[in-house]
C-alpha cells in the first residue's frame, strides 16, 4: 500500500528554523517526485515547489523560493520542508504528495506563535 | 507564472442535480489539468487526471472535459456526500498553479 506519512503539528515562535518530514512506502520512491503544498487557514491550495528523491533536483515557484527549503534522503524514502526563519504568516497546513497527485500526506500543521 | 480562474466560487443545487463547474488558464495547457475535491478537515483527493481520466475509485457521476485553456468538472447526481470544494490544478508547467477553488453545498 502506497502511504505518505508526514511528522506532526509544530508549535513555533517567529525567527525560529523548522524542518516537517514527508515518509513514502509502498513504492520505488525514487521513481515519483514529491511536491508540497500550503494551504493557509480556510483558505485555498498553494504549490510550493517539487523534488525529484533520485538526484535531489528541486523546483519551486516563485512565491516561496528563498523562504523554504526542499530536500529528500532516498536512503530512508523521506523528503523534508524546513524553514530557517518563520514568520507568523507561515502558519498553514502543510501537505506532501506524490508528483500525479494520487497520493497525498496526512498533513502537518504549522502554528507559528509568539 | 499560468493563472486558473474557477466560476463560481461556490454554489448550492439539490441533491439528483447536475453541477458543472468550470477553470479558466491563462494560457494553454493542453490537457495537463487534474481536479480534486477537498471535504472540510480532509486531505485533497485526486478525482481526475489528464483533463478527463476519472482516478481509480472515483464514482463515475464525476467527469471532466475541456483542453487548451477552457475545462469543466461535472458532477451528474449531486450527492450529500460530495460537499466539498474542488479545485483544478495546472501541471503544464512549473509553478504548478491550483485555481482558487469551489465550494459545493446542498440547498
Known amino acids: 500500500e502506497v502511504q505518505l506519512v508526514q511528522s506532526g503539528a509544530e508549535v513555533k515562535k517567529p525567527g525560529e528554523s523548522l524542518r516537517i518530514s514527508c515518509k513514502g512506502s509502498?513504492?520505488?520512491?525514487?521513481?515519483?517526485?514529491i511536491n508540497w503544498v500550503r494551504q493557509m487557514p480556510g483558505k485555498g491550495l498553494e504549490w510550493m515547489g517539487t523534488?525529484?528523491?533520485?538526484?535531489?533536483?528541486?523546483d519551486y515557484s516563485p512565491s516561496f523560493q528563498g523562504h523554504v527549503t526542499i530536500s529528500a534522503d532516498k536512503s530512508t524514502s523521506t523528503a523534508y520542508l524546513q524553514w530557517s526563519s518563520l514568520k507568523a504568516s507561515d502558519t498553514a497546513m502543510y501537505y506532501c504528495?506524490?508528483?500525479?497527485?494520487?497520493?497525498w500526506g496526512q498533513g502537518t500543521l504549522v502554528t507559528v506563535s509568539s | 507564472d499560468i493563472q486558473m480562474t474557477q466560476s463560481p466560487s461556490s454554489l448550492s443545487a439539490s441533491v439528483g442535480d447536475r453541477v458543472t463547474i468550470t477553470c479558466r488558464a491563462s494560457?494553454?495547457?493542453?490537457?495537463?489539468l487534474a481536479w480534486y475535491q477537498q471535504k472540510p478537515g480532509k486531505v485533497p483527493k485526486l478525482l481526475i487526471y489528464?483533463?478527463?481520466t476519472l482516478q481509480s475509485g472515483v464514482p463515475s457521476r464525476f467527469s471532466g472535459s475541456g483542453s487548451g485553456t477552457d475545462f469543466t468538472l461535472t458532477i451528474n447526481s449531486l450527492q450529500p456526500e460530495d460537499v466539498a470544494t474542488y479545485y483544478c490544478?495546472?501541471?503544464?508547467?512549473?509553478?504548478?498553479?491550483f485555481g482558487q477553488g469551489t465550494k459545493v453545498e446542498i440547498k
Open positions: 504528495a506524490r508528483h500525479h497527485g494520487d497520493y
Open positions: 509502498g513504492y520505488s520512491f525514487t521513481s515519483y517526485w
Open positions: 523534488i525529484d528523491p533520485s538526484d535531489s533536483y528541486t
Open positions: 494560457q494553454d495547457i493542453t490537457s495537463y
Open positions: 489528464a483533463a478527463s
Open positions: 490544478q495546472q501541471y503544464n508547467s512549473a509553478p504548478r498553479t
